[in-house]
């Protein structure tokens, strides 16, 4: 019994539209997971369905063992997990210190007024009243909400639309941090970065569906496609050595290496070919690929930030 | 003491939403009540202003247990719904009957703030004098508070948006108070109408508050008025409890 969290075949209709279609997923205990999509992809709505804000037309959901979907399992899980929700939501005519007090309440802890303005970077604003703070600096109490009460299970949603450098830099690390002391994070995002730098698996949904589901590395290596190395030099031709590489293809001047071997060796055997051929280089570039190829290559489209 | 503690803090939190809205809620719950009590006795004296506003104190205090139910507990769900506030407090542990006690809570101590300054407001400027017993004439405010608060609850879970919240608050509201004897004696309308204005739980709760009050009449008298209201009251809350929606 490792996994924290079991989605199966969870469905969830709006009218007639399917906003998530048939989901199964599982996290282990101590990992982080990333739900990657498209605004509107049904991210939000299956994270929903996990905390027993949505209810779910078909399918199940466990959490720590727990069936959000029944108001008994749900009365036992919420003081387990911590929720970050898309839209901050905060009581805005309270300050820092008083909205501490009042999830330490709801949770019946003692209020850690010291400690959690500092971990979010909210040190010194205590006295600050929600509606006199930034969007990101609400985020950040927000996110302090969540953590508060030291929950096993953390569930982000879009913790970092709409945040600055600064926010994105402390949420990472708080993550990072939370992962390390062994807590089970969910997290959904539109920003590719995000998701391959802080999860050890990543779904893409596409149209409220799982398209593909692996660790960053695996969706690259199986779905990026070829690293590219192009070159334009003068009395430049591939030998066999360089034939060896992959496949060349040449457009104009333009001679295009697709390859499987690491793209930073063939760049380099390449440039010693074309030194000893003394052809003269007018321009070199190297492409690795990247997460965003895979999730192109998954899905036909790119992420983009509309629906 | 985990669940007292949640109920004093989230308390505390209704209040400090009351009182750091820019005066603007201290100006519609205490200033403009004793406003109409000032401006209805000597727009409705008959030369003089005691039957009037003798008519007025117990009748604005009903009318405030109106809006406080429709207003102050509807629209302000509505509110906290499009806000997306109910949302995040749902996943909390915080149990749904502690966050409605709360508000209950804070709506009555505001009435109850409201009723002493209508009532002093009344007999320094009016000369009005409660005849009634103090436990009878809170039993009724409390009764009617409860009844108004579950009713108004429903336009919280109905409505999607503040606006429609407050459109409906507004229909309610507003009309209730002229048909329901808290301005303007209904029997002044035919008879036919005003028999069944009387059906309506706000006359009945008002006519009960009024004669208690100024009349000093035993709540015994009621029974069948105080029966119909805690039906009202059950069948607002039992909707209420069906409709509800926190997200």
């Given at each position: ?7 199966e ?45 949505g ?6 959901v ?16 919420r ?15 309270a ?50 909400l ?28 708080e ?8 807590k ?28 593909a ?28 050595a ?10 104009g ?36 690929p ?18 | ?6 109920f004093?803090?989230?308390?505390k ?73 109910l ?16 508000l ?18 009344g ?93 000093g009449?035993s709540?015994t ?18 909707i ?7 997200v």
């Amino acid at each position: 019994m490792s996994d924290a969290i079991v989605v199966e075949g969870l469905v969830r209709r709006y009218g007639s539209l399917e906003a998530v279609a048939g989901i199964s997923f599982s996290v282990p205990r101590g990992t982080v997971f990333g739900l990657l999509g498209r605004n509107g992809a049904g991210k939000t709505t299956t994270l929903e369905c996990c905390i027993g804000i949505g209810k779910p037309d078909a399918g199940s959901v466990r959490v720590l063992g727990l069936d959000p979907t029944r108001p008994q399992g749900l009365a036992r899980l919420r003081p387990r997990i911590g929720v970050q929700l898309q839209a901050t939501s905060l009581p805005e005519k309270a300050n820092v210190r008083e909205v501490l007090e009042l999830y330490a309440a709801y949770y019946g802890i003692a209020p850690r007024a010291a400690e959690m303005p500092a971990r979010v970077g909210l040190d010194g604003k205590l006295t600050r009243q929600v509606a006199q703070m930034s969007g990101g600096e609400q985020q950040r109490l927000a996110l302090a909400l969540a953590l508060q009460h030291d929950p096993e299970v953390l569930f982000l949603d879009e913790p970092t639309a709409g945040m600055d450098a600064f926010g994105r830099r402390i949420l990472w690390g708080e993550v990072e941090r939370l992962r390390a002391a062994g807590k089970t994070i969910v997290l959904t995002t539109h920003y590719i970065e995000e998701a391959e730098r802080l999860s050890d698996r990543i779904c893409i949904v596409q149209r409220g569906k799982i398209v593909a589901e692996d660790a960053p590395a695996e969706l690259v290596a199986r779905h990026g496609g070829d690293a590219t190395v192009s070159i334009e030099a003068e009395g430049f031709a591939p030998d066999d050595a360089l034939q060896n590489l992959g496949r060349w293809t040449r457009t104009g001047t333009e001679w295009k290496l697709a390859t499987r071997t690491e793209p930073g060796l063939a760049l380099a055997a390449v440039v010693t070919r074309a030194n000893s051929m003394n052809a003269k280089i007018t321009s070199l570039d190297m492409h690795r690929p990247t997460l965003e190829d895979a999730f192109i290559a998954i899905t036909g489209e790119t992420i983009g930030e509309a629906a | 003491m985990t669940l007292l503690r949640m109920f004093l803090v989230q308390t505390k939190m209704h209040f400090m939403w009351y009182f750091r809205r820019d005066g603007e809620m201290i100006f519609w719950t205490l200033v403009m009540p004793v406003f109409f009590l000032v401006l209805f006795s000597y727009a409705f004296s008959d030369g003089t202003t005691s039957r009037s506003s003798a008519f007025l104190v117990p009748g604005i205090i009903g009318a405030q247990v109106l809006s406080s139910g429709f207003w102050g507990v509807g629209v302000m769900l509505a509110t906290f719904r499009e806000k997306h506030l109910l949302r995040r407090v749902y996943i909390t542990p915080m149990p749904a009957s502690v966050f409605f006690a709360s508000l209950v809570v804070y709506r009555m101590t505001l009435l109850a703030a409201q009723a002493v300054l209508l009532i002093a407001a009344g007999a320094l400027l009016f000369h009005v004098r409660l005849l009634g017993n103090p436990l009878e004439i809170l039993a009724i405010l409390l009764l009617g508070t409860a009844t108004f608060v579950s009713l108004g609850t429903i336009i919280g879970a109905v409505t999607r948006t503040t606006e429609s919240a407050n459109n409906i608050a507004s229909i309610l509201t507003v009309p209730l108070a002229f048909l329901s004897d808290a301005y303007v004696p209904i029997d002044r309308f035919p008879h036919a109408v005003s028999s069944a204005l009387r059906l309506l739980p706000s006359t009945e709760f008002i006519d009960i508050l009024r004669d208690v009050s100024i009349s000093g009449a035993s709540l015994t008298h009621y029974g069948v008025w105080i029966a119909a209201l805690l039906v009202w009251m059950i069948a607002g809350t039992v909707i209420s409890a069906r409709t509800f929606r926190w997200v």
